[in-house]
């Protein structure tokens, strides 16, 4: 199993540019998260994904982030316009129908200069 | 409010000593808390889960306890070893809804 594969790896774009986040799940897992970790942080939720349907966004930082699963096997997290303040790691998750294990991507790493 | 608190100074102890870190929570009552590695630059991976009604759990060098009353779990690696340095997360659901929170994270470092 590959795991969670996430692209870019590495990003660094200007201020008010469009950025797009991908995340292929493991392949049978039906919840799908999105997390952000700073250092002042740490790791938090960003959006929940259950059979490809948002469930809770509640951590959707501003109207600038938007994530979408067009299908169980693809998800995106985009922000629009990009932001100094939004530099950090952003990881994708997933877990199974247990629900008590998460497993993560390796991280997109973002620098908005 | 909610939170999870981790010692966040990071934790130097010698090799083949046993370490423990602490995870401190308030304001849930989680059914089980999960403890996670974090190498530098990487994801996290998931170690244990503890369920509320086990008191501890052990997993090769690995423990982990759980005490509901207190509202804290104690991670313990004996026999450390240097490949143990890492950072490790403590999480939970609060409300069984597959919302997980994280710590912040302790980092250990065993030295050689």
């Known amino acids: 199993d590959a795991g969670v594969i996430q692209s870019p790896r590495h990003e660094v774009t200007e201020m008010g540019q469009e950025v797009t986040l991908r995340c292929k799940p493991i392949s049978g897992h039906n919840s799908l998260f999105w997390y952000r970790q700073t250092m002042m942080r740490g790791l938090e939720l960003l959006i929940y994904?259950?059979?490809?349907?948002?469930?809770?966004d509640s951590g959707m930082p501003e109207d600038r982030f938007s994530a979408k699963m067009p299908n169980a096997s693809f998800s995106t997290l985009k922000i629009q316009p990009s932001e100094p303040r939004d530099s950090a790691v952003y990881f994708c998750?997933?877990?199974?129908?247990?629900?008590?294990?998460?497993?993560f991507g390796e991280g997109s790493w973002l620098t908005v200069v | 409010s909610q939170k999870i608190e981790q010692n966040s100074e990071a934790l130097n102890i010698q090799e083949g000593k046993t370490a423990t870190l602490t995870c401190n929570y308030t304001?849930?009552?989680?059914?089980?808390l999960q403890w996670y590695r974090q190498d530098p630059g990487r994801g996290p991976v998931f170690l244990l889960l503890i369920r509320e009604n086990e008191k501890e759990k052990r997993k090769e060098r690995l423990k982990v306890t759980f005490d509901t009353t207190l509202k804290q779990s104690l991670f313990h690696i004996t026999a450390s070893q240097p490949a143990d340095s890492a950072t490790y997360l403590c999480?939970?659901?609060?409300?069984?809804?597959?919302?997980?929170?994280f710590g912040t994270g302790t980092r250990l470092k065993v030295l050689a």
């Open positions: 999480a939970l659901d609060p409300s069984g809804t597959y919302k997980y929170i």
């Open positions: 998750a997933t877990s199974g129908a247990s629900g008590n294990t998460i497993y």
């Open positions: 994904f259950n059979n490809n349907v948002p469930i809770d």
């Open positions: 304001n849930y009552s989680p059914a089980y």
